[in-house]
């Protein structure tokens, strides 16, 4: 059984930040890139995507 650390966690978190921004100040990566890859619903299609505003209840 794996335990989360959450200053383990933290710790992790900074120093990517800290590459990533390393890396858009050396320009090894665009900002674009950066937001790209950071982005955590980057893999999912936006295009077909729609807002449902009716007073149904979808069955789940």
Request: charged share 35%.
């Given at each position: 059984m794996s335990y989360f650390?959450?200053?383990q966690r933290a710790?992790?978190?900074a120093a990517?930040?800290?590459a990533d921004d390393?890396?858009?100040a050396s320009g090894r990566?665009?900002?674009a890139e950066l937001?790209?890859?950071n982005f955590a619903f980057a893999?999912?299609?936006f295009s077909k995507v729609r807002i449902?505003?009716?007073d149904h209840i979808p069955s789940l």
């Open positions: 650390d959450p200053a710790a992790e978190k990517a930040r800290l390393e890396a858009l990566v665009s900002a937001n790209q890859r893999h999912v299609d449902d505003f009716s």
